[in-house]
């Protein structure tokens, strides 16, 4: 079972930020926080990870609190191309990926 | 860089018949996962391989479930014979290094009537 809570959709205006919760209470130490994404009738998309400290790449920011219990994904200036699932994952390294069902992202013009 | 490269991108068949998917993963990449999706889930790892040899199969229906990386490199799937609960999106997986980021093909949506 996935070991993350979701919602299960959201909207964000064109142009603003999109913040994608993620609650992960049980997370143990050794776990990462992955997050892929998978637009219509495509493959899932890796975007991110982080373990503690907060990591920004050219597509989002990953934001863990301290407590290591939840974290946001922060896509900056969120475009129409951004409509999609997101998928906000704990594993460890070594373990494989399970997806839970994700928030459905909606980018409205 | 090319993807991963799936096919046939779209498949119908009728219960009970048998079916087949392709994946050829980026090359280089050590290992190479498939996975399930049906509709409205996420995706569910069907097998792993590292090189040529199975990691994980835990979750492969073995007794219709087949899959082989010969020469690993590229990878067949197969389904013998199919159930009609076995429609769903069949998404192929690959990365450099055993549970490193991974790189997903299209996947092939598989109907069966």
């Known amino acids: 079972d996935a070991k993350t809570t979701q919602p299960p959709s959201m909207d964000c205006a064109e142009g603003r930020a999109a913040n994608l919760p993620c609650n992960h209470s049980?997370?143990?130490?050794?776990?990462?926080v992955y997050w892929y994404r998978q637009i219509h009738s495509q493959g899932p998309q890796y975007i991110i990870h982080?373990?503690?400290n907060n990591e920004t790449n050219e597509m989002a920011s990953l934001i863990i609190t301290e407590d290591r219990k939840s974290s946001t994904l922060i896509l900056p200036h969120a475009t129409l191309r951004d409509t999609a699932v997101y998928y906000c994952?704990?594993?460890?390294?070594?373990?494989?990926?399970?997806f839970g069902k994700g928030t459905r992202l909606h980018i409205l013009p | 860089e090319a993807g991963v490269a799936q096919s046939p991108r779209y498949k119908i068949i009728e219960k009970r018949q048998s079916v087949a998917f392709w994946c050829n993963p980026i090359?280089?990449?050590?290992?190479l996962y498939w996975y399930q999706q049906i509709l409205g889930q996420g995706p569910k790892l069907l097998i792993q391989?590292?090189?040529?040899?199975?990691?994980?199969d835990s979750q492969l229906p073995k007794d219709r479930f087949s899959a082989e990386r010969l020469k690993g490199v590229d990878s067949t799937l197969k389904i013998q014979p199919a159930k009609l609960e076995d429609s769903a999106v069949y998404l192929c997986?690959?990365?450099?290094?055993?549970?490193?980021?991974?790189?997903f093909g299209p996947g092939t949506r598989l109907t069966v009537t």
């Open positions: 997986a690959s990365s450099l290094v055993a549970q490193g980021e991974q790189y």
């Open positions: 049980t997370i143990s130490g050794n776990e990462y």
């Open positions: 982080g373990l503690k």
């Open positions: 994952i704990v594993r460890d390294r070594d373990d494989k990926i399970i």
């Open positions: 090359s280089g990449h050590a290992t």
């Open positions: 391989f590292q090189n040529n040899g199975v990691v994980d």
